[in-house]
Structures are given as C-alpha cells and as structure tokens.
C-alpha cells in the first residue's frame, strides 16, 4: 500500500502532468484515494498503469446522499509486482451521471461498468454495450441509490397480464383506459 | 401509477414475430453453413446454477456467446444497508454460497479495518482453519459437479462423501453446515469443541489420500484426458486484462496468490505452496485446483498445530459480546450485551476495499461506513462475476462440447455473480 508520502508523490507526479485531473487525496487505513476529475478518468487510470498499477481488480459504485455531488464510482488498482493498491475514484451529480467509459482499454470493467449503470444509473459514455446486467431489462430506476425504497417491489407475473389485470401491479385493468388506481 | 399503456418493452416483445426467428440471418464460408443462436440455460444442469448463455454456432463450433445472467439476483448488498453491522453477516455470507467462510471474513475483514480492530491470534487462526476447510468443500462440489459434465458419476459420489465430513466438522464447531455464521467482527463466534481437533486430524490424514484417488481415476482415464487436455487455453495476457484471478489465472502461470502476496489473517505463518499451470487449458485448471486441495490440508495442520492459546474473539466489548458467564455478574456486560443486540457498534466514517484469496480468486468486499451502526454501501468483488467475462474468449472456435467442459472448469458460482 503506498504510504502517505507516497501517494503525494504520485499525486503530484499526475498534478504536473495535468493540473486539473487531482481534485484530492484521501489516506486512511493503511490505503490511499486519488479523487480524480470524471473526464479526466480514462487519462488518469492510464497514467498510472504506466507506474506499474496495471490490473484494474474492481469497479464499483457508492451513494454518498446526502452529501453533493452524490454518486461516486470507485476504480481498485493493483500493481502486482511490487503488491500495492491504489483506489481511484470520482463523484458525478445525479443530474448529470456521465463518465466516460474505461472498458476500450481495461476489458475486465466490462461487466463492472453495466453493474453500476444498473444498480445507480452512472452513464458510462462510450461502453460498448451499457445495459443492465443484473435487474430485468424493463425495471425503472436505481435500486442502489439510497433514496431507493426497500419494500413495496411489484412482482412481475405474466399471468397477470393473461388475466386482464396490470402485470407489473397484478390490479385489475380499467376496460374504458382509465387508470385503475 | 398503472397504466393501460403497454410498456415499451413489453411492445418490443410483441413486435417479435416467429417469421423473424425463423429467418436465416447470417452465414459464413459462401452460405455452405448457417449460423444458429441457441439459448443455453437459464435452467440448464450444465450452467451450474441459473446461467442463461446466447450462443452463436455454426454447425458445432461456437462463433460467438454472451452471457446473460441475473436471475438469482436478490440485492443483498442492498439488504445489507438495511441491517447494523453483525446482522449483515448473514446475509453476506449467502453471496457465494460456496464460499461463506470467505464472504463473512472479506466482509468483518473491511468492518475490521473501518474500526482499527485488531483479531487475537487464535481467532485469526480459527478463520484460516474455517476457510481452508470451506476452500477444500468448495473444491470437492467444483470436481464432483464438473466431473458429472464430462460424463463421471461416480466421482460425484466420491467428491460429496468427502464434502459431508467437512460439512459434519462444521456443525461440531459451529452449529450449522452451512451458512454459518462463524466468522464475527473481531475474531470468530465460538471455540472450538471438544472432540473437533480428533476430528479434524482424522480428516486431515484421510484427505490427501482422497486426492490421491481422485488423480488415479481422472489422470490416466481416456474420456476426461481428451476432453480437457489442450481444451480452451486462454494466455496469461488475456486473463490479466479481463481481470481474471484465482486458479483460472494460476493455471496459466501466473502464481498470483493473495495468501502469498498481500498476508492477510496470519497466512504469513504457515509453509505452503501455490501450485500454477503451464498451458492455461482446461487440463491445467484440473491440475491446479486438485493440488490446491492439498496445500489447503497442509494449512489446516500447521494451524491446528500451532493453535495458539488465548481469546478467540477481540475483548473489546464495545464491538464483541461479553461471554455468557459475565452477564449473570456484571452490570456492565449487561448493558454491553443490551447494546450491541438492540442498536449494535457504530463505525466511524470511512471506505474500505478488503481483498482475500476466495476458491476462485480475489473476492474484495467494500464497505463504505457513515458513522452509524449500519453499512452505508457494501459491495462484493466477486471472482465468478469478473471471471464469466473470459468464457466468450476461451471459447471462440470451439466445439458446443467443449463449452461445456470449459464452463465447468472454470467454475462459476451463480449465487455470487448475481449476489
């Protein structure tokens, strides 16, 4: 794990090359955090395979709500030579969920992107195929988000449908088109 | 909230029509051979679990194949959120419900370190001997399961007979065979009984045998040589950048092991090795999780060895249960005990990223904590999710056969994938 010091050095060495890219630097733990600019993703996760992190282990999104902006994709890195990690990560506005994708130059964020997609709606611009990978394809919303109910899911049952009732709700249709409810 | 509107995906369904499906829509070599997409699974035996693969073929040969899954999703991560730290053991265990020893401790592992706790050396040790026995069980249903695939009965029956004895050690130091909820925040839940340690060296001097005989009836038997020797290799290279860890990686080479590389829960204390492959084929990824098995048995007996004395769960009372007998005495245990069952121990704010060597490769757990008594995120790396990205390239260009055989070899376990 870099020490303090070390993740200034490597911060800073990223600094120089892009003055904007570093928002902040986070060590707590035994591990370090670069906070890094979203557009500057794709730049910044090269650089610091070319400083030996080059295995990108996990992709993973978190929630921060209340706090602004609040969602939050996280990148494990791992230089396997010398055994040390780095967690990359970067916040994005609900309103304005885009971050460009990684998967062109590490495969393995593939699946990883699609889950986050899914599970808090981050736009991954340029991913090859974003689409959700674990919720069925026509579920509305972000079940991960914190300000996602837990309870109350419909339950999905064709036979519903058959029965002339909503299948998503399992109450009876209103023959005029009108709305049940 | 309801509506009469036809959904829109429930409008792309109805504009299928079966003169679509039936349309030759593609072919290679001059259209001499069509191509054919089958849909294999969700409800397959081969899938191991409910895996649903879009494959393209061409006569037999696999063109193409996606991987579809989520059909076990059940979010546990978000239920998780829901419950005070050591309510969410339970349910992290159930992920991978082959490996819940390394679901518990990659989750207090992460909780551990959000709170600068420190695991007695006993307790640590009780985990290592807790999760090399979970390592070896996960082992056995890969082979006997897998061996099934390739057409081997009986190694099934052989494979679960071992599995039980595990299972029966389970339940005399824990109180269940699966599930067990074994490992806490701090150390582990009990010590362990006695008899447990008669029991466990009679197991430990059976089972490389066992393996032994494993290798006797795979390694000279003509069906499983021809279906997994030279079968789907897939380079160092790849595996790396799909982010492919575990034996599959070992197997090609690469003797990347966390246990070794990064200690954690005092592996640094015990000899052992890490078996890696040559080729990288389906072969390897036999040979490999086979010695595997052995390795485990050696861990386990220099753990029970060197068992050290001393409390097996932290004796910070803030984070761990008072023992039974301090309850009928002290007031303060009482109001600890009262506690931690009602509201639980709050963490304070911070992330953590802890990574462990689970059978099939790095499983991280990430727990975001907010500085109450409840998890604000927890995430699970899983390996079988990263993993199932490198079947499509394993597999291009081979028999529908082979697939099957590849898919067992490289082990995926659904519950984890789709958490």
């Known amino acids: 794990m870099p020490d303090a010091t070390g993740l200034e050095l490597l911060a800073g060495e990223l600094r120089d090359a892009d003055a904007d890219a570093v928002l902040d630097t986070v060590h707590a733990h035994g591990k370090g955090q670069i906070v890094i600019a979203p557009e500057k993703i794709g730049w910044a996760l090269q650089q610091l395979r070319g400083k030996g992190f080059k295995s990108l282990m996990s992709v993973h999104g978190v929630d921060y709500y209340p706090e602004e902006p609040r969602l939050g994709v996280h990148y494990e890195l791992l230089d396997m030579s010398k055994v040390d990690r780095l967690t990359v990560k970067l916040r994005v506005p609900v ?6 994708s990684v998967t062109n130059e590490w495969p393995t964020a593939n699946h990883q992107e699609r889950e986050v997609y899914d599970m808090f709606g981050v736009v991954f611009d340029g ?3 974003l689409r959700r990978i674990l919720m069925p394809e026509d579920y509305e919303g972000f079940p991960q988000r914190r300000d996602f109910p837990i309870g109350g899911e419909p339950v999905l049952f064709t036979a519903d449908e058959a029965l002339g009732k909503d299948y998503t709700l399992g109450i009876d249709r209103d023959p005029n088109g009108e709305d049940a409810l | 909230m309801a509506t009469t509107e036809r959904s829109a995906y429930r409008q792309m369904e109805d504009s299928i029509t079966m003169d679509a499906r039936l349309e030759r829509f593609g072919t290679v070599d001059g259209g001499e051979h069509e191509l054919l997409t089958v849909n294999l699974g969700p409800h397959h035996p081969a899938t191991h679990g409910v895996l649903r693969l879009l494959v393209t073929l061409q006569g037999e040969v696999v063109i193409d194949l996606r991987p579809i899954i989520g059909y076990v999703h059940t979010g546990i991560e978000k239920t998780a959120e829901q ?3 050591w309510k969410a053991i339970p349910v992290v265990e159930r992920m991978d419900y082959l490996a819940y020893m390394f679901n518990a401790t990659a989750y207090c592992g992460a909780v551990e370190s959000l709170l600068d706790l420190e695991v007695p050396k006993r307790g640590q040790y009780l985990r290592v001997i807790h999760m090399e026995l979970n390592r070896i069980m996960s082992h056995l249903v890969w082979l006997g399961t897998s061996a099934l695939d390739l057409g081997a009965m009986s190694m099934f029956w052989f494979c679960f007979r071992e599995r039980e004895r595990i299972l029966d050690l389970f339940e005399q130091s824990t109180g269940q065979r699966m599930h067990t909820r074994y490992i806490q925040v701090g150390g582990v839940m009990e010590d362990i009984p006695r008899g447990f340690e008669e029991k466990l060296r009679e197991f430990i001097a059976i089972m490389p045998k066992r ?10 038997n003509e069906i499983a040589l021809q279906r997994l020797k030279g079968i789907c290799p897939l380079d160092e290279e790849s595996l790396l950048a799909l982010g492919v860890t575990g034996p599959l990686l070992r197997a090609a080479g690469n003797p990347w092991d966390l246990r070794k590389a990064d200690p954690y829960c005092s592996y640094e204390d015990f000899d052992f090795k890490i078996p890696v492959g040559t080729e990288g084929d389906n072969w390897d990824r036999l040979a490999v999780r086979l010695a595997e098995m052995e390795q485990s048995v050696r861990i386990i007996e220099q753990a029970l060895d060197g068992l050290p004395e001393g409390p097996h769960i932290t004796e910070d009372r803030k984070i761990a249960l008072p023992p039974r007998h301090e ?3 002290s007031m303060e245990a009482l109001i600890h005990h009262f506690k931690l069952v009602t509201e ?11 990574p462990i060597e689970s059978p099939r490769g790095e499983l991280g757990c990430f727990v975001r904590a907010d500085g109450s008594s409840k998890p604000a995120r927890v995430h699970m790396r899983d390996p079988s999710f990263v993993n199932l990205q490198a079947t499509a390239p394993m597999t291009r260009g081979t028999y529908i056969a082979d697939l099957i055989a590849t898919l067992a070899m490289l082990d995926p376990v659904l519950g984890g994938i789709d958490r």
Request: cysteine-free.
């Open chain 1, 95 to 100: 309103d304005a969920p885009n971050v460009p």
């Open chain 1, 127 to 129: 991913h090859p195929d």
């Open chain 2, 83 to 85: 419950k005070s730290y």
């Open chain 2, 211 to 220: 393996v032994g005989q494993y290798r006797d009836m795979l390694y000279k």
């Open chain 2, 327 to 329: 309850l009928g005495t």
């Open chain 2, 344 to 354: 639980g121990f709050r963490v304070p704010p911070g992330e953590h990223y802890y």
